[in-house]
Nanobody
Framework: QVQLVESGGGSVRPGGSLRLSCSASGRTFNSSVLAWFRRTPGKARELVAAKWWLSGNTHYADAVKGRFTISKDDVKNTVDLHMINLQPDDTAVYYC????????????????????WGQGIQVTVSS
């Protein structure tokens, strides 16, 4: 059984940066799509960024393009989300998700496509 665990969340001021990390136990990410979602109170969980593990291709939500970067660390077997120029609208609980199989761009936003989820980690951007 795969377990995903997020780390690196916290509170920052507007314009600040954070790096979230998602580690997996039980298997490697070799043949999966890895993604970061976020949820704010009263809203549905939304896709932030995704990475196809084998090809290295990435996909970002328009709201975070140019500010967030999803990357993988083959040694640590983690997928990270580096966030810069954070704004109050980025305040949310961030979730790591993994799919056992390849999924296309259109399917990336669909939560049922993902087999594993982390417990979520809070990111707060406030002055």
């Amino acid at each position: 059984q795969v377990q995903l665990v997020e780390s690196g969340g916290g509170s920052v001021r507007p314009g600040g940066s954070l790096r979230l990390s998602c580690s997996a136990s039980g298997r490697t990410f070799n043949s999966s799509v890895l993604a970061w979602f976020r949820r704010t109170p009263g809203k549905a969980r939304e896709l932030v960024a995704a990475k196809w593990w084998l090809s290295g291709n990435t996909h970002y939500a328009d709201a975070v393009k140019g500010r967030f970067t999803i990357s993988k660390d083959d040694v640590k077997n983690t997928v990270d989300l580096h966030m810069i120029n954070l704004q109050p609208d980025d305040t949310a609980v961030y979730y790591c998700a993994a799919s056992k199989r390849w999924i296309g761009v259109i399917e990336l936003v669909r939560e049922p496509e993902y087999d594993y989820w982390g417990q979520g980690i809070q990111v707060t951007v406030s002055s």
